[in-house]
């Protein structure tokens, strides 16, 4: 079998949804290729408010709506006994939507799919892209896997791969490089949560410090579950032994505030475990193809800031790939790769201070200057390429500068 299109677009998660309908819009016959059958289970819940705009702009943000999906206002970080550090959207610094949504991703993704589907997109399912060639005047011929085995040529004028953690192009043309971040792994599960109304409001995604760069999230959702999952180093979870259940029950244990309000939770499913997620793809543009979302760099799920760039990259990607199409002529990498780059390396900044604590002194620092809050708000929201705010123009030095206040008032303190 032969077809032909304008753009194909491969995988139908946030980032290919976003991009198909992107495209779609702007009169370009587009194609989308996804492996596996929806609802399928993918981790990644917990949305940031900085999504919603791209969202508005694809026309998907009303098909969203309509599920009544959990509102996310903010994040709270806890520690110990319950020191609560609370960072609400509405105060953040920079101008934007101030909420958004925690969603169980099997059916945020399917509403998605659903939509761009209606508004005119075919989308394969089941179908896997198994070898890709590309030409020199940037044409491709993409072969894809039905499920009845069978399988399909597809021409087309451009590629975004939105494949994920597929890394379609990243595998096929050995592009993919080790990230310099320290690998992790999680276990997770969602919840029945029985507790809930004994505990806080589900409106935020909870995140507890549950050791030295271990931590624990908490994304309530709006059918009573709650998606609840431990990151930390493999050596921490070396500890801890028996099948993924009792290792999960063990986890829970070993907070007390963790225990009464899970404790006693029966499991929607069976704990599940993800290790060494964060890649790097080398490049995230080629002749005749674009990367988008997952597939060019995933960091590290602490700040939920996966499906948020999966929807600004695919913005960014698709309007190029419009103007690509138009026949204009334009530098990527400075147009896609510097800009998508600059927010890649603010949350970079933040990963890092989350883990070596520097972060954990700021959020749980007493009295907290309201303007140095609503700049870290705006980055929790994932307003990272908004050079107005010190810690996006430059995280590391605005960072440091805070901890020093924060020293400085606490010795001037203990001093009076
Ligand atoms: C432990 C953990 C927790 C996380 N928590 C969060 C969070 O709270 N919030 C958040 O925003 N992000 C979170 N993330 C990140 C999040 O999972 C991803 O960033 C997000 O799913 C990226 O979306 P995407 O559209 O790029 O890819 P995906 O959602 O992975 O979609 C890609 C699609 O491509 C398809 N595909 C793959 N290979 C092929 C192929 N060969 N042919 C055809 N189709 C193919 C796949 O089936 C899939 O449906 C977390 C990640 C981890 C590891």
């Known amino acids: 079998m032969q077809s032909k299109t304008d753009v194909l677009v491969i995988g139908a998660g946030p980032a290919g949804s976003i991009a198909s309908a992107l495209v779609h819009q702007a009169g370009f016959k587009v194609r989308v290729v996804e492996r596996e059958k929806f609802p399928r289970f993918v981790i990644g819940e917990s949305l940031l408010p900085r999504c919603m705009a791209v969202l508005e702009e694809a026309n998907l943000l009303g098909a969203i709506k309509q599920k009544n999906f959990q509102e996310k206002f903010g994040a709270k970080f806890v520690r110990g006994d319950y020191e609560v550090a609370d960072y609400n959207f509405a105060e953040q610094f920079t101008a934007g939507w101030k909420w958004t949504w925690q969603v169980p991703r099997a059916d945020f993704d399917t509403a998605l799919a659903t939509e761009v589907q209606r508004q005119g997109v075919p989308v394969n399912f089941e179908t896997t892209v198994t070898g890709i060639a590309i030409h020199e005047d940037e044409t491709s011929v993409t072969t894809v896997q039905h499920k009845d085995g069978s399988t399909e040529e597809i021409e087309a004028r451009f590629i975004i791969d939105a494949s994920g953690y597929g890394k379609v192009i990243p595998r096929l043309f050995k592009l993919e490089k080790p990230s310099a971040l320290d690998p992790r792994k999680a276990i997770f599960a969602h919840v029945k949560d029985i507790n809930r109304a004994e505990f806080d409001e589900p409106n935020r995604i909870i995140i507890v410090v549950y050791a030295p760069a271990v931590w624990v999230w908490i994304i309530p959702f709006a059918n009573g579950t709650t998606s609840v999952g431990f990151v930390g180093s493999h050596e921490f979870f070396s500890a801890y032994l028996g099948d993924l259940n009792e290792q999960f029950k063990a986890l829970i244990a070993g907070l007390p505030h963790l225990q009464k309000r899970f404790g006693d939770a029966p499991l929607v499913f069976e704990p599940r475990k993800l290790e060494s997620w964060s890649s790097v793809s080398n490049t995230f543009f080629g002749n005749g193809y674009v990367l988008t979302g997952n597939v060019t760099e995933f960091l590290d799920p602490i700040f939920s800031s996966g499906v948020m760039f999966a929807a600004v990259s695919s913005h960014l990607a698709s309007k190029l790939v419009i103007r690509k199409l138009k ?42 200057d309201p303007l140095f809050k609503s700049q870290i708000t705006s980055v929790l929201a ?31 303190l203990q001093q009076s």
């Open 327 to 368: 026949g204009e002529v334009f530098d990527w990498q400075q147009q896609y790769t510097d800009k998508l780059q600059k927010g890649v390396d603010t949350f970079r900044e933040f990963v890092a201070a989350w883990y070596d604590g520097r972060l954990e002194k700021i959020f749980f620092a007493k009295n907290p």
């Open 382 to 412: 994932g307003y990272v390429w908004d050079e107005t705010n010190p810690f996006v123009a430059d995280p590391a030095k605005a960072i440091k500068g805070l901890i020093k206040r924060i020293d400085a008032r606490d010795k001037f």
